[in-house]
């Protein structure tokens, strides 16, 4: 597949599969994380670790800005700031990201993730920057 062809859902994330998340949409600016919460990804009081949230909601902002501009090798977070609005229970979490504004080096994002009955359990804004693909990379680079 060449690079015009490619598209951020092609490109594996060993982390995200590693923790049993799946980004199933990643176009025209937006993308979708899902995690079914098992109780590894708990915290001592039985609801999602908040490092768990924070990937899902990093993730769906590196993709969404990623899928801007699929030729590229990736996005690498600059900052991000996180706020917990309520505990993330057992079942299935979405996060949902956003590119709301870009340059040519550098993606400005906002993600949220929500609970099975579409509360929000957390949000967050970061800005990313676009990381070039070398001659020598391949897509997975």
Not at 53 to 65: F, G, I, K, R, V
Not at 116 to 133: D, N
């Amino acid at each position: 597949m060449d690079d015009r062809q490619q598209t951020v859902t092609d490109v594996p994330i060993p982390f995200l599969a590693w923790l049993g998340a799946k980004l199933v949409k990643a176009e025209g600016g937006h993308s979708e994380v899902r995690l079914d919460v098992l109780e590894h990804h708990c915290n001592s009081w039985h609801v999602c670790h908040g490092g768990v949230l924070m990937t899902m909601l990093d993730a769906a902002m590196a993709t969404a800005a990623r899928s801007l501009h699929p030729e590229l090798r990736g996005s690498a977070t600059v900052d991000m700031t996180t706020s917990f609005v309520r505990p993330g229970e057992a079942g299935n979490l979405v996060a949902y990201g956003k590119c709301y504004h870009r340059s040519s080096t550098m993606a400005f994002c906002e993600a949220e993730v929500r609970d099975e009955g579409g509360g929000l359990v957390a949000r967050a804004s970061g800005t990313f920057k676009y990381i070039k693909k070398r001659s020598d990379q391949g897509v997975d680079g």
